[in-house]
């Protein structure tokens, strides 16, 4: 073996037995402190070699040389969701026109600034401010004597900064060049706050959190805000969507609007189910969401609306508000029918339960907020919840049966532009 190749051999040798030594000396105080003692190490050593490969090695003068040494800089890096501090070393050019030099190293730890994700996912998870610094791993005692970044007011500011840029991308996401079949809208509170959320799926079964704004879906100014948002953002019904909302008159006025013939409505049989339901006394409850269940179930969408309309005219004499909360909307509850939705694909649309499990997400990841300040935090922690809540999502149930409904939807739309607005 040649001798400069030995030599580099027994070098990196010397390191490696260095590096274990060190690693096991912290290995008392967990595996991550051991990591990060070697890790602080390696970094000094890449950024070194770095220098070495700009100014030459030290000590040696080099005529020739480019760059030179000039000493160091305090800086910080991210590790174990604090920053912890670091001595970086400085090179400048040679000659009249001096200036610094990047060390590619050193940016490269910077830009792999993970505290602001760690701050959400650990906030999220229900840590308050105060208590953040107990859900840190252990980095080592050393390291955590000049740590920084985990006091409650800094933690608070990373986590208004980043649920701000959650924000900002979920309300600016593109939503073009895809195939958009449905679409769910509900509306919920944070705090005293009023939220109206947006759900949608793809042609392959995807949900994908669209949009959020503050108010009531019987807000017309504010349900128009929304949809005209998801359709300056590329949302295509060219070829037909199918809105499922939670029964709102703005709402459903906005997506008429916004979207016309190529928009068909669902209204949610959930809702729908318990408006009815709340005007009748317990007791005769039971029948009544039977016999609607089994209209709604009829695939034959003229028997199904005969149905309904039967049970309206049963209910007017005595119960005529179950009676009036029945026939507003009815028609819309049948849409899926007129589509010929069935099986399991019937279980995600006939209701606004997919968007409702995401709200859900949103809601327990915001359970220990105790005061909402104004309705940008509410849109804050939603946005941020929302997007959560995406990496959890499974494609919809039926999600096999999907072309099949775009099929209907484009049939719809194509031969009858006006089934969405007069049906």
């Known amino acids: 073996m040649p001798t400069a190749t030995l030599g580099l051999s027994e070098r990196l040798a010397g390191r490696l037995d260095g590096h274990l030594a060190r690693f096991a000396e912290h290995m008392r105080e967990g595996l991550l402190a051991a990591s990060v003692a070697v890790g602080l190490d390696v970094m000094a050593e890449l950024m070194e070699a770095e220098v070495s490969d700009l100014a030459g090695p030290k000590g040696k003068h080099n005529p020739a040389r480019t760059a030179k040494r000039h000493g160091g800089q305090d800086g910080t890096v991210t590790l174990g969701g604090r920053r912890v501090a670091v001595r970086r070393p400085r090179v400048r050019t040679v000659g009249d026109d001096e200036h610094e030099l990047t060390l590619e190293a050193y940016q490269t730890f910077v830009a792999a600034d993970l505290l602001a994700d760690g701050v959400v996912a650990r906030m999220l998870g229900g840590l308050s401010t105060r208590g953040y610094p107990v859900g840190l791993e252990p980095v080592g005692a050393q390291v955590e004597q000049t740590a920084t970044g985990t006091s409650r007011s800094a933690v608070s500011r990373r986590f208004v900064t980043a649920t701000a840029e959650r924000l900002d991308q979920l309300l600016h996401r593109p939503l073009g060049g895809q195939r958009w079949l449905v679409v769910f809208l509900d509306g919920f509170g944070m705090g005293e706050h009023l939220l109206v959320g947006a759900l949608g799926v793809t042609a392959d079964g995807t949900k994908v959190p669209l ?33 499922v909302i939670d029964g709102g008159k703005a709402l459903d006025a906005a997506v008429r609007a916004v979207f016309a013939g190529k928009a068909l409505i669902q ?126 999502f499974r494609r919809v149930k039926g999600y096999q049966e999907l072309p099949q409904l775009a099929a209907a939807l484009q049939h719809a739309t194509a031969d009858d532009p006006d089934l969405a607005v007069t049906a």
Request: charged fraction near 30%; charge should be positive.
């Open 267 to 392: 209204r949610c049989r959930r809702h729908k189910e318990r408006k009815v339901l709340d005007h009748l006394p317990e007791t005769e409850r039971p029948l009544v969401q039977r016999r609607l269940r089994s209209a709604w179930a009829n695939p034959d969408t003229k028997q199904a609306r005969a149905e309904l309309e039967q049970l309206a005219r049963v209910l007017a004499r005595q119960r005529p508000g179950a009676a009036a909360s029945l026939r507003e909307g009815l028609a819309e509850t049948l849409t899926v029918n007129r589509l010929g939705v069935g099986g399991r694909l019937l279980q995600t649309v006939e209701s606004t339960n997919p968007v409702e499990s995401m709200i859900e997400i949103v809601r327990d990841h915001a359970g220990r907020v105790k005061r909402w300040s104004s309705g940008e935090m509410a849109l804050r922690w939603a946005a941020a919840g929302m997007l959560a809540a995406e990496a959890q």
């Open 211 to 243: 949009g959020v704004v503050e108010g009531t879906t019987e807000n017309k100014a504010v349900c128009t805000r929304l949809v005209t948002g998801l359709r300056d953002r590329g949302l295509d019904t060219d070829h037909g969507v199918l809105f």
